[in-house]
């Protein structure tokens, strides 16, 4: 069965930092495309970043590049956000999917909030 | 980058009827990489159509897709109540990939 499971959300200050985690199995981490899109209250969805199956293509959403920065670790079957000078807007259920697009498979998410 | 803007913004239907929901492109999609998901409160999205028109194993054939190019449609051909949820579509024919603002069916 496949599984997703984001964690490394919480409560942090503007300009602060925070770095999400997903853990994935049940596939073979390492022949996908992997994405992190976000929601934030109340709001629709919106695609954040997506990375390669090897790690060396990686794109972001234009309100996030220089700020956060998308990684793997295929050994260990993880995804990362890592995710610095965070502003109020940012504010958002962060989840993680398999796939590059036509996602079918998808974390439960993991809650960031930037707030003094 | 592609906007997508989807119509209408709720759509108020009873069980048992046909919901059309429409999703335009602000420039042609490559390859038709267009999905449809479903969203209920507090859940993860979940697909429903991937390649505009092709449904995952599961998904029950009231869904359907159609559409190319710039315009597309996800239809219900007859609403359950566990339906009245929140759609999006998104393109992934080019970067950044981009969500539609969605449309609620609510009864």
């Known amino acids: 069965e496949v599984q997703l499971v984001e964690s490394g959300g919480g409560l942090v200050q503007p300009g602060g930092s925070l770095r999400l985690s997903c853990a994935a199995s049940?596939?073979?981490?390492?022949?996908?495309?992997m994405t992190w899109v976000r929601q934030a209250p109340g709001e629709g969805l919106e695609w954040v970043a997506n990375?390669?199956?090897?790690?060396?293509?990686?794109y972001y959403l234009d309100s996030v590049k220089g700020r956060f920065t998308i990684s793997r670790d295929n050994a260990k079957n993880s995804l990362y956000l890592q995710m610095n000078s965070l502003r109020a807007e940012d504010t958002a259920v962060y989840y993680c999917?398999?796939?590059?697009?036509?996602?079918?498979?998808w974390g439960q998410g993991a809650l960031v909030t930037v707030s003094s | 980058e592609i906007v997508l803007t989807q119509s209408p913004g709720t759509l108020s239907l009873s069980p048992g009827e046909r919901a059309t929901l429409s999703c335009r492109a602000s420039?042609?999609?490559?390859?038709?990489?267009l999905a449809w998901y479903q969203q209920n409160p507090g859940q993860a999205p979940r697909l429903l159509i991937y390649?505009?028109?092709s449904r995952p194993t599961g998904i029950p054939d009231r869904f359907s897709g159609s559409g190319s190019g710039t315009d597309f449609t996800l239809t219900i051909s007859r609403l359950e109540p566990e339906d009245f949820a929140v759609y999006y579509c998104?393109?992934?024919?080019?970067?950044?990939?981009?969500f539609g603002q969605g449309t609620k069916v609510e009864i």
């Open positions: 999917a398999r796939g590059e697009g036509g996602n079918a498979y």
């Open positions: 049940g596939f073979t981490f390492s022949n996908y495309w």
């Open positions: 990375i390669k199956e090897d790690g060396n293509e990686k």
């Open positions: 420039q042609s999609v490559r390859n038709n990489y």
């Open positions: 390649g505009a028109s």
């Open positions: 998104q393109q992934y024919g080019s970067s950044p990939r981009t």
